[in-house]
């Protein structure tokens, strides 16, 4: 009895907190029947196994076992799996599942009872950031405080994190600190690394206003990561804010 095997993932890649399914299929090509036929699928060490059919098979934390007491010439038996893949992986990483298929039944060619699948996986984080500054209005000389808050929504890690603060000419950054990673003041720039699913980072900079021309002062921030963000629509904010202009009268004396 000729038992082969043949092992699907989908998708691939997989996006790190998405789901993955595999589909083992065993196919008796015959020419007898197979006996006491034993199945075993082994799924990567980093995922997390959530579901699979049929019930007639067992389970452990990361193996199915199926035990069929014949496969029929031609019979088709198939496993399907599906589990969760942590949100922490790092991207291109290689997942590696294997199935083998053994029965008592002498198979004339052993070496289809023995197969493997690699998934590559994606990192996809929708950056969601929100820029405040303060006070609304300033005078020339005085400090602006801008805040920018990062949030990851997933769902995936960000990677590579950079926000940046885009200021017109007029503007000097005195100081900035951010809840992580590392910043230049000469370039309102922070890297802060890696951002967890649900995490928030938060930058703040003092910013005094130089000089200025006596339009509203309108400053960009922006937030970029090595992941794929779905909706960078909301990775730009925009704030601004009003300059008055002290007005001196000269003091006549009579």
Same mark, same amino acid.
């Given at each position: 009895?000729?038992? &082969?095997?043949?092992?699907?993932?989908?998708?691939?890649?997989?996006?790190?907190?998405?789901?993955?399914?595999?589909?083992?299929?065993?196919?008796?090509?015959?020419? &007898?029947?197979?006996?006491?036929?034993?199945?075993?699928?082994?799924?990567?060490?980093?995922?997390?196994?959530?579901?699979?059919?049929?019930?007639?098979?067992?389970?452990?934390?990361?193996?199915?076992?199926?035990?069929?007491?014949?496969?029929?010439?031609?019979?088709?038996?198939?496993?399907?799996?599906?589990?969760?893949?942590?949100?922490?992986?790092?991207?291109?990483?290689?997942?590696?599942?294997?199935?083998?298929?053994?029965?008592?039944?002498?198979?004339?060619?052993?070496?289809?009872?023995?197969?493997?699948?690699?998934?590559?996986?994606?990192?996809?984080?929708?950056?969601?950031?929100?820029?405040?500054?303060?006070?609304?209005?300033?005078?020339?000389?005085?400090?602006?405080?801008?805040?920018?808050?990062?949030?990851?929504?997933?769902?995936?890690?960000?990677?590579?994190?950079?926000?940046?603060?885009?200021?017109?000419?007029?503007?000097?950054?005195?100081?900035?600190?951010?809840? &992580?990673?590392?910043?230049?003041?000469?370039?309102?720039?922070?890297?802060?690394?890696?951002?967890?699913?649900?995490?928030?980072?938060?930058?703040?900079?003092?910013?005094?206003?130089?000089?200025?021309?006596?339009?509203?002062?309108?400053?960009?921030?922006?937030?970029?990561?090595?992941?794929?963000?779905?909706?960078?629509?909301?990775?730009?904010?925009?704030?601004?804010?009003?300059?008055?202009?002290?007005?001196?009268?000269?003091?006549?004396?009579?």
């Amino acid at each position: 009895a000729d038992l &082969s095997l043949s092992l699907s993932d989908d998708p691939d890649p997989v996006i790190a907190g998405r789901a993955l399914v595999y589909r083992l299929t065993a196919i008796n090509q015959g020419p &007898s029947d197979a006996r006491n036929v034993q199945l075993t699928l082994t799924l990567p060490a980093e995922v997390s196994l959530l579901s699979f059919v049929p019930d007639i098979c067992t389970a452990t934390s990361s193996t199915i076992r199926c035990d069929r007491d014949r496969l029929t010439a031609e019979e088709i038996f198939t496993i399907v799996a599906t589990a969760t893949v942590p949100a922490d992986l790092n991207q291109g990483l290689l997942l590696i599942a294997r199935a083998e298929g053994a029965s008592l039944t002498p198979d004339p060619t052993p070496d289809n009872n023995t197969i493997t699948a690699s998934t590559e996986v994606a990192l996809e984080a929708d950056l969601q950031a929100a820029l405040t500054g303060e006070p609304a209005e300033v005078f020339v000389g005085d400090v602006i405080t801008y805040t920018l808050t990062v949030t990851n929504a997933g769902p995936s890690k960000a990677s590579g994190v950079i926000v940046t603060l885009n200021l017109p000419p007029g503007l000097n950054v005195e100081d900035v600190l951010a809840s &992580s990673g590392s910043c230049s003041i000469g370039t309102p720039r922070c890297e802060l690394g890696e951002l967890a699913v649900g995490a928030i980072a938060t930058v703040r900079w003092r910013v005094r206003v130089a000089h200025w021309p006596g339009t509203p002062i309108s400053v960009q921030g922006e937030v970029s990561t090595d992941a794929v963000d779905p909706n960078p629509a909301d990775n730009r904010p925009e704030i601004q804010t009003a300059v008055r202009f002290r007005v001196f009268l000269p003091l006549i004396f009579r």
